[in-house]
């Protein structure tokens, strides 16, 4: 007989535990059963596991309520128990803001009532609760308006309840519940419609936005239909109606009154305040899903718009309750406890959390890796449908937001890396013929050099052999570009001198006075980079740990080298020279400087925006590759001093508590007085006084040493930030300065210039149902006729144009993936770069990635 943990934690699903048997009944009551032999033993670990179980495995939920509500028939003090903890954890949840647990909680609290154990006056009692706390948040007296977000989650919370419990509390307690409504629809009314172009994955749906229901309303629309369908749902499981006889003579219990956080009034009436509480507001109450549309609307599962919704909720609660554990959560994702398939909703789930703005919830290996494992679990349906999700994404890879784009490109390559590299290439071939800056081509191309990182570049030659037209978009064979590998080229003799000083373990100091006298003062310091860094590469150019040992040894050498951002860019341009056929060693060796000091990030951003450069910023990843690492690299040295002084703040504390208590034990054993021979005298032993004393000396000194390096912590962040703001003020006037030159001019009347126009975007027809070239048992590398396709293949629009599309496109990335850093600068930046006479294109794109109104444009 399996344990009652076990079975807890299993009921609903279809397993061993339960003899294969998917009787829902019939789990519940197998369950009760051993629940109720263990309960005298076991009160409070049965509570405990309840209430643990409901929290993370959301979506069994209406069994756990029916389970609570049959052990209350037995025993009372349980349900009252059940209830007090419930409303413990959800005050707690409520007053520490964690989303998730509030909406699980509150989706539980529905559920208890239908199993009898809470009374529907109490659910109506937290609905106006939050209801009035967020109509008070919009309101522009009471309230503070910027925080919205908080506002619509509390509604959101009570909406998607009621596919659990509308049905009952319509029942029960109609003229409160139609109260509820009432309010939901006088809040809607006053809302202001969410619009965030920043958060849009297709960015040629920008405009369609605006027009269309955010996602609350559209949420609002759900609940609705639901409503005029009798509040049926076929996404809930509702096994509390399979006990309902004896479930109705169990006792109710009131939930004590619950009270939401008050969010302050703004403190300051400027526009960027305001904006900037929003922005903070959004990412403190996110929505959960922003959806994708990838699959046709004849291809994805017919379903009720409420049941669309449901599953998505199951699917987000799975990826987030087993995190780390991506075995469990594909087997769970692909069992919920639904009547109809689900497989193309599951794929869009997961892939608009992978493209999520501005970041996903997760890691996105973890998605990676679930992708995988479903693949595995579903081997008959869902590669196929991942397929088809691919082949959607790659027809639209033209609007796909910048970020996203190199998102879908490192997901991708990893993932047909754990399928022997092999995918249909020749239905692609086509892009070969596209302009080199066509997003199709430039995309294959990515996959494909991000492919040869995870392989060689042999094997990914061999994978796209039925497609030989895309061999051109290899990238190079990984070797050097060494200066001097005849004796005919200029400086060859120094650069041997050079090597044999390395290989002689000469000290950076010898050959610091070795390339002063030899190379600067007959040559010049320019060719002295060039010697120096090429040798030095090429030494370092056998593995990684070879460069590093290289530049830990020699790195002194460099930076004596490159004094001023100048130089730094010249040994930048070494760099890339060197390892001009290799993308991913020239971002490793930069990065690897940068961690060592040896250059800035300004020389970077300065490298990046040099002419050459400019001129693969819409057809090659590699300059925003480098500088994403650059930017990434100064933000992480920000997080961690900001980790550190937190630690050290504690530890001050700490130190301080210390202290006074040795100061207090010293003290008091040195007045402790004791009376001998009719006089006082010191009661403690000399050598017990000093030892006293030498403990609070001490605890001082470590109190001020602790003081001291939290000083000098706190200086290295305020350096930190300074060089942070110089970083942004010069990436966003480089941005300006290109952008400016590149831009078509505004018209006469103030219209934007259009870059794209719809009959410019790509269309191809493909079939989604087509089998799939993924499956686990393919065992052979031809193609099936019936994967045949009509394809139309054009590109239209222009390089120039092409251009600032990319370069705006990373414009609005950038922004919004440093967002929380950019704010504190933004009047700087305001001054310094965004004037009025900028280009309203770049300052739209800036605005988007900072969640800022465009309405003043």
Sequence with gaps: MSSWRTLLLRVGDKCPEYGGAVDHKEHIETCYGVLWREFEHSKDEISELLLQCAEQLPHKIPFYGVLVGLINLEDEDFGKNIVDDLHCKLQEALSSENCDKIRILL????????????????????????????????????????WQPCADFYITCILSCLPWGGTELIEQVPDEFDRVIVGIQSYLSIRKHSQDTSFIVFEADEDKSAKEKDFVEDLWDHIQILSTNGWKVDSVPRPHLSFEEQLVSGKSYNLSPISCPKQSASSSR????????????????????????????????????????????YLLDVLLF?????????????????????????????????????????????????????????PGA????????????????????????????????????????????????????????????????????????????????????NAPELEELLPPKSVSNFRYNSEEDHGYTLSKEFREMVRGRKTAREITSWVEETIIQIHSSKFAIEVVIQTLLDIGSKSFTHLITVLERYGQVIAKLCTDQNMQVLLIDEVSFYWKNNTQMTAIAIDRMMGYRIISNLAIVSWVFSLSNIEQFHVSDRPWEILRNAINKTYNRIADLRKEIQTLKKSVLLAEDVAVKALKEFEAAETRLEVVDGQPVQAEKPGRLKRLKGYAEKAKDDEIAVREALEAKDALLARA?????????????????????????????????????????????????????????????????????????????????????????????????????????????????????????????????????????
């Excluded at 009898?116 to 308006?145: C, H």
């Excluded at 990838?294 to 049941?307: G, R």
Aim: aromatic letters at 12%.
């Design 721 to 857: 930030l300074e060089e942070n703001k110089s970083l942004f003020v010069s990436l966003y006037k480089s941005f300006a300065n290109v952008l400016t030159e590149r831009l078509p001019p505004v018209s006469a009347d103030g219209a934007f210039p259009k870059l794209r126009d719809e009959e410019d975007i790509d269309s191809m027809a493909i079939d989604l149902e087509e089998p799939s070239t993924m499956e686990m048992d393919h065992d052979n590398g031809r193609k099936d006729d019936r994967n045949s396709e009509k394809v139309t293949h054009r590109y239209s629009i222009k390089e120039q144009d092409q251009w600032c599309l990319c370069t705006l496109g990373y414009v609005k990335a950038f922004s919004r993936q440093y967002a929380t850093e950019i704010w504190p600068h933004l009047e700087t930046l305001e001054a310094e770069v965004f004037g009025r006479d900028i280009h309203p294109l770049f300052r739209k794109a800036v605005f988007a990635g900072l969640c800022r109104s465009t309405t003043e444009m």
């Design 382 to 465: 869902f590669p196929a449908v991942v397929a088809g999700a691919v082949r959607s994404l790659f027809n639209r890879i033209g609007d796909l937001d910048m970020e996203c784009r190199t998102r879908l490109i490192l997901w991708f390559s990893h993932h047909l890396s754990n399928f022997q590299y092999f995918w249909p290439w020749e239905e692609w071939a086509h892009v070969k013929d596209l302009p080199r800056w066509a997003p199709q081509r430039v995309f294959v191309q990515e996959v494909l050099e991000r492919e040869v990182r995870l392989s060689y570049w042999d094997k990914i030659k061999q994978s796209i052999e």
């Design 322 to 378: 087993f995190n780390g554990c991506r075995k469990e959560c594909a087997s769970y994702m692909a069992s919920l406890p639904v009547p109809f398939r689900y497989e193309y909703l599951m794929a869009e789930t997961i892939f608009s959390q992978i493209m999520f703005l501005p970041q996903p919830p997760f890691k996105p290996i973890y998605y990676a890796l679930v992708i995988i494992d479903l693949c595995k679990a579903l």
């Design 107 to 146: 989706r539980f609290l529905t559920v208890l009532m239908c199993s009898k154990v809470i009374l529907p006056s109490s659910v109506i009692e937290v609905f106006e609760t939050l209801l009035s706390s967020a109509a008070t948040i919009i309101d522009e007296d009471a309230g503070n308006p910027s």
């Design 270 to 313: 400027s526009t960027i305040s305001r904006e900037r509480e929003n922005y903070e507001a959004k990412l403190k109450y996110p929505q959960r899903l922003c959806r994708l549309h990838i699959f046709p609307s004849n291809k994805i599962e017919k379903m009720q718009p409420i049941d669309r919704f449901i599953v998505e909720e």
